[in-house]
């Protein structure tokens, strides 16, 4: 495993970080949330991030991608998450675009994956409820009519739902199978209202009342609980590098407020307790590195068992889950009130921090996971 970005992600990394710096500073995301843009996010600064191609990451060149490998997606959210930089790359891309190449048709692919690359449209997945993140559990429930499907599911947590041309809904069939439904944001009985949640991002909380829909609704065909699972992954794998570039920068901030907060006529940073904290700091945060990047290449392995990659998205998504949870805590207490003050950025990364840490399953529900897979492979090698 490697511990570092090979040549080609340094590249994306280098350029994601100006780009964002440049054009998505935590300033501006201070700016959406006071101004309450209803999309929550920067459409103009959205539309270059798809010209700069990271909308085809991990897309075949056969619809307008770039074939790249899911890894490049790495560098690109832990830039975001340092810049606090809210678009639909999670939702429209990684998730709903994955989601139709894994399990659409040809023709649903070659109609439907050219338009998420180039953001001429926007979808966002709808599979869980308000309760605790369960994969397997889906809390829509599908029935056959004649020759379409009606879709009944309440209180469902959709993030980037607002203004998105449609949602992309998993649901169980009577049969038991997970099926995927297209569904447009104007059809009669879904029903999309805002959630206001610490990080102020796009959150919506979204109710079907017998929706009814045609055969043609339907994305491929067949059981795809397996697809949408290792999608699911895929988002908890960028969530974590979210989340760790959000930590570095919380991380950073404190270093710099020990070399210039005096105390006693000197700094604060020279007193040694508080470099022990700092140092341990540090160490929580390396860590979470390299679980991070073991999770992305695990997801990259197309030779990967599910335990195993299931196991390494759990390490990651728990490790930095925990790192950030650490760190944001000794970051407050060390700034003092300053450190929860509106004003100051650090609020801002701690209140994104709270709700990424929730975001595609806890802390407890990937180290149970983490368990769960751990004695599996161990009673296949024994």
Not at 43 to 54: A, I, R, S
Not at 89 to 100: E, N, P, T, W, Y
Not at 123 to 144: C, I, M, N, W, Y
Not at 217 to 229: F, P, T, V
Request: glycine letters at 8%; charged letters at 20%.
């Amino acid at each position: 495993m490697s511990l570092v970005y090979n040549e080609e992600q340094q590249q994306l990394d280098d350029s994601a970080r100006d780009f964002l710096a440049a054009r998505s500073p935590v300033s501006e995301q201070r700016r959406i949330r006071d101004q309450q843009l209803p999309e929550g996010f920067d459409t103009q600064v959205w539309q270059q991030m798809l010209e700069f191609g990271w909308g085809g990451i991990a897309l075949p060149e056969a619809y307008g991608g770039l074939e790249f490998g899911f890894q490049g997606f790495a560098p690109v959210f832990e830039n975001m998450g340092r810049n606090l930089t809210a678009a639909p790359l999670l939702s429209s891309v990684v998730l709903c675009a994955s989601l139709i190449d894994e399990v659409g048709t040809e023709a649903q692919r070659a109609e439907l994956l050219p338009l998420l690359i180039e953001g001429q449209q926007r979808f966002a997945l709808a599979t869980q409820g308000k309760d605790r993140f369960h994969p397997e559990h889906l809390d829509v429930e599908v029935s056959e009519q004649g020759d379409g499907f009606v879709l009944g599911g309440e209180d469902l947590w959709v993030p980037d739902a607002q203004h998105a041309d449609a949602l992309l809904v998993a649901g169980r069939m009577s049969s038991g199978e997970t099926a995927l439904f297209l569904v447009p944001a104007d059809t009669h009985g879904l029903e999309i209202e805002p959630m206001h949640l610490l990080d102020s991002r796009n959150h919506a909380r979204v109710s079907l009342h017998a929706v009814q829909l045609p055969a043609s609704a339907r994305i491929g065909s067949g059981d795809a609980q397996a697809q949408l699972e290792h999608v699911l992954d895929r988002g908890a794998a960028c969530i974590a590098a979210e989340l760790l570039g959000a930590t570095a920068v919380m991380f950073e901030m404190t270093v710099e407020y020990l070399k210039t907060r005096t105390q006693f006529g000197a700094a604060i940073g020279s007193f040694q307790a508080l470099q022990h904290r700092a140092a341990w700091m540090m160490v929580e945060l390396e860590l979470a590195r390299s679980a991070v990047m073991a999770g992305f290449e695990a997801l990259n392995d197309a030779a990967c068992s599910t335990e195993h990659r299931q196991q390494m998205v759990s390490l990651a998504k728990w490790k930095v889950g925990e790192a950030a949870h650490k760190i944001s805590r000794e970051a407050v207490q060390m700034h003092g009130g300053i450190g929860v003050t509106d004003e100051y950025d650090l609020g801002l990364y701690l209140k994104r921090s709270r709700v990424a840490q929730v975001l595609f399953g806890d802390s407890d529900f990937h180290c149970e996971r983490y368990g769960r897979m751990a004695q599996q492979l161990f009673a296949e090698t024994h």
